[in-house]
């Protein structure tokens, strides 16, 4: 079993910044990619930002020139840094991992979810 703990969520101003990181832990063979997704109130769950294993990243058309994803492999950590935020980026905030469990059985796991809330 893969666990995700995220942290950094909070209050910011427009125009600030927050970080956002999440750590994997548990039984894991390998990690092919991770990622943030975002739930604003009355939407869908959408993409925000993907990194692979080789470090090739995508990311939404909202967030691109603002947002980066970044990851420390070592780690099995991930991290999102979110620069000149907008009170649309608004959402609770999920880390997502996907990969190989020590019985090479495919997993797909999600952080708890980390409320981003961009207000003056």
């Known amino acids: 079993q893969v666990q995700l703990a995220e942290s950094g969520g909070g209050l910011v101003q427009p125009g600030g910044s927050l970080r956002l990181s999440c750590t994997a832990s548990g039984n894991m063979f390998s990690v092919n990619a991770m990622g943030w997704y975002r739930q604003a109130p009355g939407k869908e769950r959408e993409l925000v930002a993907r990194?692979?294993?080789?470090?090739?990243?995508d990311y939404a058309d909202s967030v691109k020139g603002r947002f980066t994803i970044s990851k420390d492999s070592a780690l099995n950590t991930v991290y999102l840094q979110m620069n000149s935020l907008k009170p649309e980026d608004t959402a609770v905030y999920y880390c997502n991992v996907l990969g190989a469990d020590t019985n090479f059985k495919a997993f797909d796991s999600w952080g708890q979810g980390s409320q981003v809330t961009v207000s003056s």
């Open positions: 990194i692979d294993s080789y470090g090739s990243t």
